[in-house]
């Protein structure tokens, strides 16, 4: 069932990332990023990292929201609902883009992949946490928190105007 998921969740996060370079609207675009975003969070997941995972998961959903409310408010083209392009030069992106995969692709399949050494640790989220911020896990989490205050304060604010406002 698991490798069934993975499957299922790569070939989404690559659908959905493929979709955000051929909609021709930005709130279209936003979801299928979006949507991207979240299946790589539910293949993170499946890698047993539950933590790093959910804050994915939180991370792009604010993210997507917050990027939803400044379409609105200060775009010309209304919530973004209007057709425009994404991408310039499609040429050369397009052989950049196949080029990388291409390269990414051999370097996975021809590494000779090194052999295990040890065990996983029993709680792999504390031993992220431990590698990434050693003794400021405290001052992080803390961060963390004032930081997610912050954007919560602003998308409330930002949301009390609109563009249209000033002329009333």
Request: aromatic fraction near 14%.
């Given at each position: 069932m698991e490798v069934v998921?993975?499957?299922?969740?790569?070939?989404?996060?690559?659908?959905?990332?493929?979709?955000?370079?051929?909609?021709?609207?930005?709130?279209?675009?936003?979801?299928a990023l979006l949507a991207s975003f979240l299946a790589v969070a539910g293949l993170v997941l499946l890698l047993g990292l539950g933590y790093l995972g959910v804050v994915i998961v939180l991370m792009m959903v604010i993210e997507m929201v917050i990027m939803a409310v400044f379409m609105i408010m200060y775009m010309m083209n209304p919530a973004g609902l209007m057709p425009m392009a994404m991408y310039h030069n499609k040429a050369g992106a397009m052989a950049i883009s196949v080029g990388t995969f291409v390269v990414l692709a051999a370097g996975i399949l021809l590494v000779d992949w090194p052999d295990r050494q040890g065990a996983p640790p029993a709680?792999?989220?504390?031993?992220?946490?431990?590698?990434?911020?050693?003794?400021?896990?405290?001052?992080?989490?803390?961060?963390?928190?004032?930081?997610?205050?912050?954007?919560?304060?602003?998308?409330?604010?930002?949301?009390?105007?609109?563009?249209?406002?000033?002329?009333?």
């Open positions: 998921l993975f499957w299922v969740l790569a070939v989404a996060a690559l659908v959905f990332g493929f979709l955000v370079f051929r909609l021709n609207s930005m709130a279209q675009v936003t979801f709680d792999p989220t504390f031993a992220l946490g431990e590698a990434l911020m050693g003794g400021q896990m405290l001052t992080m989490m803390t961060l963390g928190v004032a930081l997610f205050a912050t954007i919560v304060a602003t998308v409330v604010l930002a949301t009390n105007r609109g563009r249209y406002d000033r002329f009333g």
